[in-house]
């Protein structure tokens, strides 16, 4: 078992320019996460989805960013267009159900927007 | 508000040693809580949560309602233990809120 897979691993673009992060979750786990983890703080929940709906979407910056879980599996994040404020590790995780049950986490996405 | 504090962002303790690494949280409803840990160049990982009332690695953590904390312990620190260390809460809609991590040094 791979687990979570990511990717890329890392990426370097200019500002103004889009980008595209990949999930590919745990088989079986119906629910996936996108968190941003800024340099020294922890993750912060970006979108939740419970198989193909986004149950929690609240801080999501819908202006920019836009993510989809087609048939309820692979997830893509995206934004555009890129800020130099938006450089920071983008993780995914999966998980059985919701929040009580353990997340399983990605390795991440480090962004460095020049 | 939801939040989990944890005023350590950097600890340090001798191999042997006790450790604390402390957790706060603020939510009106009834918490769930979690500690996670990140060992170097590894991915972010469940250590233990508290309705599982377990010892992972010899850590413990205790939830204190009435202080709102939720601290991790262990009586004899290991080098292998250094790592970051997150305190999580899931709340009444399963979002689930990270503290901002404590980075764990035990000196050999």
């Known amino acids: 078992e791979a687990g979570v897979v990511q990717s890329p691993r890392y990426k370097i673009i200019e500002k103004k320019q889009p980008v595209a992060f990949w999930c590919n979750p745990i088989?079986?786990?119906?629910?996936l996460y996108w968190y941003l983890q800024n340099l020294g703080q922890g993750p912060e929940l970006l979108i939740r989805?419970?198989?193909?709906?986004?149950?929690?979407d609240s801080q999501l910056p819908k202006d920019r960013f836009s993510a989809e879980r087609l048939k309820g599996v692979d997830s893509t994040l995206k934004i555009q267009p890129a800020e130099l404020g938006d450089s920071a590790v983008y993780l995914c995780?999966?998980?059985?159900?919701?929040?009580?049950?353990?997340?399983?986490f990605g390795p991440g996405t480090r962004l460095t927007v020049t | 508000a939801q939040r989990v504090t944890q005023p350590e962002k950097l600890l340090s303790v001798f191999k042997g040693a006790p450790v604390e690494l402390k957790c706060n949280y603020s939510?009106?409803?009834?918490?769930?809580l979690f500690w996670y840990v990140q060992y170097s160049r590894q991915r972010l990982q469940l250590l233990l949560r508290?309705?599982s009332r377990e010892s992972i690695k010899g850590f413990t953590a205790d939830l204190n309602k009435g202080e709102t904390s939720f601290h991790l312990k262990k009586p004899f620190a290991q080098e292998e233990d250094s790592a970051m260390y997150y305190c999580?809460?899931?709340?009444?809609?399963?979002?689930?809120?990270f503290g901002p991590g404590t980075s764990l040094s035990v000196i050999p």
């Open positions: 088989s079986g786990h119906n629910t």
């Open positions: 989805y419970e198989n193909e709906e986004a149950v929690d």
């Open positions: 508290h309705i």
């Open positions: 999580a809460l899931k709340t009444s809609y399963d979002k689930v809120i």
């Open positions: 995780a999966s998980s059985l159900v919701g929040g009580s049950y353990e997340q399983y």
């Open positions: 939510y009106s409803g009834s918490p769930e």
